[in-house]
């Protein structure tokens, strides 16, 4: 009999701390929902300023021998700041299409799944304005982190030549 009251014991304090985390992680799901909201518009602003900056600077900045290596640093940097607005946007539309759920399972697949879910909830709710956005930020994030890595290689090589 205390056998069995043990392993009763044992499965409910099991339940009850699988319930803990889950409680935690829904609120840390709420929380980051709530701070997207609140950062994703002064983030768009961000995006905006230095997507113009990288056209009209650092992208030209990239063609000349002395200032390609600042041009891919500009580049790379500039990456993260995409990177970040797209991961919030995703969140967001993630949450607001398929629930926490869904932004939990995305949380899960190294915390930068959100991106695919949001993108696969754009493309089965038929929303395509979204999943077009959402492919080209992709490609903007990982295109400059790419040309800006290729510039400051490029710097490297041309540094070691002289």
């Not at 518009?41 to 002395?66: A, E, H, T, Y």
């Not at 500009?74 to 926490?100: H, P, Q, R």
């Not at 949001?118 to 490609?139: M, P, Y």
């Amino acid at each position: 009999m205390s056998k069995i009251l043990k392993s009763i014991g044992g499965f409910l304090i099991g339940i009850a701390f699988l319930l803990l985390l889950i409680s935690i992680a829904m609120l840390l799901i709420k929380g980051s929902v709530w701070v997207g909201v609140k950062v994703l518009p002064w983030l768009s602003i961000i995006m905006l300023i230095v997507f113009v900056i990288d056209i009209f600077i650092i992208l030209p900045l990239g063609l000349f021998r002395k200032t390609k290596r600042v041009s891919g640093t500009g580049l790379v940097l500039s990456s993260y700041v995409y990177g970040v607005t797209i991961w919030f946007w995703a969140l967001l539309i993630t949450y607001f299409t398929w629930g926490a759920l869904a932004v939990f399972i995305g949380l899960v697949i190294a915390g930068i799944g959100v991106v695919p879910i949001a993108l696969l909830a754009t493309i089965i709710k038929g929303q395509w304005a979204n999943t077009g956005q959402i492919i080209l930020f992709i490609v903007l994030t990982f295109g400059s982190r790419a040309l800006g890595l290729y510039f400051v290689e490029r710097a490297d090589e041309l540094a070691y030549e002289e």
